[in-house]
């Protein structure tokens, strides 16, 4: 069965320092990736989405990068953080079948003091 | 930008009540996706319903899908207090990308 994982799930980092969130996914071979923000109360921002390795689309301009080292690797990352980072932090993969079910990984809530 | 709204933001409701839940959206869809958030958690897939499709049930959730209208409902019967959770709405179209709604927080009370 496939799993996908996400760490570390709670993170509080200072403003100006650097971020990496990795997200890891297993029991299936190229699958979509994605990495979503979600602010308290609110609904999923899709920030990056990736069909291969090395493929990365933005949806937002931000102060974000992700990376896809490997088939199953997603990578959120930045180099110098700001406070309006904080939030929560979601991954998700699908098959890239036509249904397009997705299935995310427990979060991360990063706190940027 | 978000492109499903859902109704109501919040819903508070006695165990054993109904729940309803709406959602609604802009463009063309391939299917519309409902999925449950509890606190501080990923999300989870619930059900799914085909554009070409009106209603489908799974258990005691019940997904009704009007494209005319642009919309769709969740209707979780006989709840329960383990229901409490935010539940999204998700919209697939080709674009092969998921636009979630803002989600309706769900408070059933023992």
């Known amino acids: 069965s496939q799993t996908i994982h996400q760490w570390p799930a709670t993170l509080v980092q200072p403003v100006g320092s650097p971020l990496s969130l990795e997200c890891t996914v297993e029991g299936t071979s190229n699958p979509n990736l994605y990495w979503y923000r979600q602010a308290a109360g609110r609904g999923l921002q899709l920030l990056f989405y990736?069909?291969?390795?090395?493929?990365i689309s933005s949806e937002v301009p931000q102060n974000l990068s992700a990376s896809r080292p490997q088939d199953r690797q997603f990578i959120l990352s930045s180099k110098k953080l700001l406070l309006s980072d904080s939030g929560f932090y979601l991954c998700?993969?699908?098959?890239?079948?036509?249904?397009?079910?997705?299935?995310f990984g427990a979060g991360t809530r990063l706190s940027v003091l | 930008s978000q492109q499903g709204e859902e109704d109501p933001q919040a819903l508070s409701i006695q165990e054993g009540e109904n729940a309803t839940m709406n959602c609604s959206y802009k463009t063309s869809i391939n299917n519309l996706q409902w999925y449950r958030q509890n606190s501080g958690r990923g999300l989870v897939h619930l059900i799914l319903?085909?554009?070409?499709?009106r209603e489908k049930h799974s258990g005691r959730l019940r997904v009704t899908l009007d494209t005319s209208k642009k919309s769709s409902s969740l209707l979780i019967t006989a709840s329960r207090a383990a229901d409490t959770a935010s539940y999204f709405c998700?919209?697939?179209?080709?674009?092969?990308?998921?636009?979630f709604g803002q989600g309706t927080t769900l408070q059933v009370k023992p």
């Open positions: 998700a919209t697939a179209s080709n674009t092969g990308k998921l636009i």
């Open positions: 998700a993969w699908d098959t890239g079948g036509e249904m397009g079910i997705q299935y």
């Open positions: 990736s069909v291969g390795i090395g493929q």
């Open positions: 319903i085909r554009s070409n499709e």
